[in-house]
């Protein structure tokens, strides 16, 4: 049985290696061996750890439907075991699934469980991404007001915790609320404060999005020639880091920027 579950331990982790690489046919692969042998030795955590791995696989490939099961299986493992965090990422995860099916209300139900959970155990950073979610959930459906308390509460966790891209997260989604309402100048301060954050940190890819999320303020102020400078930035970026995609979505929304210019 220790043989066996050596080898259980070590698909585990080369499932977690696949999934960040996004090899996610070998991760479903790693997960499925672990998962079986924890279940021939009655390893419960084991088999929670390794259903909620594969619940995190099909999610990334949307396949919500397979990921629910997945998510719920963990679930109800941890709480038969105690298991406290596992319980609380298990529900912030069908959560995340509630959330990409627009199921608001299952979606918040989860969110608020899953901060009320870490609240108890002391989880600071997980009651900060608690509350997070749940200011996109709120701003996803036109709800400022809680949206923006949410975000507030998260930025100040964050900053508590010194997580930097907690923060930057936080300061863009109040960047998103102002931008909605009209308010362009306090979004553009908060949107340039998360791009230096990000920059800071060296997540490119979100230094990428928030310059499209800025041309987006100024194009909805026409001021495109702000918009089409922060799109060639944007741009640039996605084609340093070979997100070709995103280059493209970029070319064509310049296509109609300068379109804009010339009328």
């Known amino acids: 049985i220790g043989d066996n579950l050596g080898v259980a331990h070590s698909n585990q982790s080369l499932g977690s290696v696949y999934y960040i690489r996004c090899n996610y046919i070998k991760a479903e692969e790693s997960y499925i061996q672990a998962r079986d042998i924890y279940s021939q030795s009655g390893d419960q955590l084991g088999i929670a750890q390794s259903v909620k791995g594969l619940g995190d696989v099909f999610n990334m490939c949307n396949q919500y439907s397979k990921a629910e099961g997945c998510y719920i299986q963990a679930r109800d493992i941890y709480a038969q075991i ?20 627009s199921n608001y209300p299952k979606a918040e139900e989860s969110y608020i469980q899953t901060r ?6 002391g989880d600071r950073y997980g009651f900060a ?11 996803m459906q036109g709800d400022y007001s809680r949206a923006e308390k949410s975000y507030n509460h998260a930025r100040e966790i964050f900053s508590e ?5 907690g923060i930057a997260h936080s300061v863009q989604g109040l960047a998103v609320i102002h931008s909605a309402q009209g308010e362009y100048a306090k979004a553009e301060e908060l949107y340039l404060e998360a791009r230096q954050i990000y920059q800071k940190i060296g997540s490119l890819r979100n230094v990428a999005n928030t310059l499209l ?7 909805a102020q026409a001021h495109y020639g702000d918009a089409e400078r922060l799109i060639c930035e944007a741009s640039t970026l996605y084609g ?6 995103d280059v493209a979505r970029c070319g064509q929304a310049l296509i109609g920027i300068r379109r804009l210019m010339e009328g």
């Open 240 to 245: 340093e880091l070979g997100l070709e995609e």
């Open 129 to 139: 991404q608690s509350a997070k979610s749940l200011g996109d959930l709120y701003n």
């Open 82 to 101: 105690g298991s406290q965090l596992g319980f609380a990422q298990s529900v912030r995860s069908l959560g995340e699934i509630y959330y990409m099916q």
């Open 161 to 165: 915790i010194g997580y930097q891209l």
């Open 213 to 219: 999320l800025l041309c987006s303020l100024h194009h």
């Open 116 to 121: 009320d959970i870490y609240s108890q155990i």
